[in-house]
């Protein structure tokens, strides 16, 4: 799953990652969309970005981590 988000004039994309321990976060530079931050996951299966009271938050869905599907999923404050 990718997510498009803006701040600010700055455009983001996340994408989650079910096969890796570590989701990405790329930003725009002008020509093409650069790696920014690599965040711990599991099993990401989809990034949602909201707005609430003026402040920008990105909410990942984690989704397995052998043997479990009993995660937790993760809002981070963007």
Do not use: C
């Not at 701040?7 to 570590?22: E, P, Q």
């Not at 299966?45 to 993760?74: C, I």
């Amino acid at each position: 799953d990718w997510e498009h988000f803006v701040i600010d004039g700055i455009h983001y994309l996340t994408v989650a990652n079910s096969r890796s321990s570590n989701s990405e976060v790329f930003n725009w530079n002008g020509t093409q969309f650069v790696s920014l931050q690599l965040i711990a996951t599991k099993g990401a299966h989809a990034w949602e970005h909201f707005v609430m009271d003026g402040t920008h938050y990105l909410a990942v869905a984690n989704h397995y981590d052998n043997p479990t599907y009993s995660l937790n999923s993760e809002v981070f404050k963007w």
